[in-house]
């Protein structure tokens, strides 16, 4: 069964262990940055190639009281994932999915998609996540620590997490586990959600409304004509289903 991880923004408090043991973990170099001062503690700005998650910060009012929400964005390992589909019109292959954990990834391969093909895969995600390394060429984005996980380890950031903001197993677990949470994040705040949890192998118990966290808190529909006709086709492939077994 694939592996699922749920991370309760209730709980995090934006250490950022989870952004380095990533980085630590797969070996990547540091980013030149700069603080940017009144108005985030972000840093880097944005993902990229040398980080592959990332802790969101977002302030906004709320009844005259500053708000914090804190959102450690990665890759969502989608089920049905769009960056593959769209990859494979160009390299079968180059994107895979792993059959036991679920874990989408980025190979070598990757390196052979132009960079018109890349922008491509990029718009195809509702999550905005793929980055490309301008230097190799090769894709990247979260693995899902897939090498961790195949020899029974958690994946790094969810090791290292020291609220208990993240756990991670096999998914029917996490799904009990982020109802049983979002039942009693509840009683706290009244509009909490899991963000598409049906579809996506990293699923977020958002205590706000989406949009305060991050414009790709939840899916969004893609932008480009392509990917808006492959979007809608896959909304309607079930549909499809049920009528050829009627």
Not at 116 to 140: A, D, H, M, V, W
Not at 165 to 177: N, S, T, V
Not at 179 to 185: C, G, H, M, N
Request: with cysteine; proline share 6%; hydrophobic share 35%.
């Amino acid at each position: 069964m694939p592996k699922t991880f749920l991370i309760d923004t209730s709980r995090c408090t934006a250490c950022r262990g989870c952004q380095l043991a990533c980085k630590e973990w797969h070996g990547l170099p540091a980013n030149k940055t700069k603080q940017f001062g009144w108005g985030s503690h972000q840093n880097p700005q944005d993902l990229n190639p040398n980080n592959y998650k990332l802790v969101r910060f977002s302030e906004h009012l709320e009844d005259d009281v500053v708000r914090w929400n804190f959102f450690p964005d990665q890759c969502r390992h989608c089920e049905v994932a769009p960056c593959k589909e769209t990859g494979d019109l160009y390299r079968e292959g180059a994107i895979v999915q792993d059959e036991k954990t679920g874990a989408i990834l980025y190979t070598d391969g990757t390196r052979k998609f132009s960079k018109e093909q890349f922008e491509e895969i990029r718009e195809s995600c509702p999550y905005n996540i793929p980055r490309r390394n301008e230097k190799t060429g090769i894709l990247s984005k979260c693995t899902m620590c897939n090498d961790r996980v195949h020899k029974g380890m958690l994946p790094s950031c969810v090791k290292v997490c020291p609220t208990g903001a993240m756990a991670f197993g096999e998914r029917g677990e996490m799904l009990k586990l982020a109802e049983e949470r979002l039942a009693t994040v509840k009683k706290r705040f009244p509009n909490a959600m899991l963000a598409d949890p049906d579809d996506v192998m990293v699923i977020y118990l958002l205590t706000d409304a989406p949009e305060n966290y991050h414009s790709f808190a939840v899916a969004a529909a893609p932008q480009s004509t392509m990917d808006r006709k492959r979007f809608l086709a896959k909304l309607a492939r079930p549909v499809t289903r049920m009528t050829e077994k009627a």
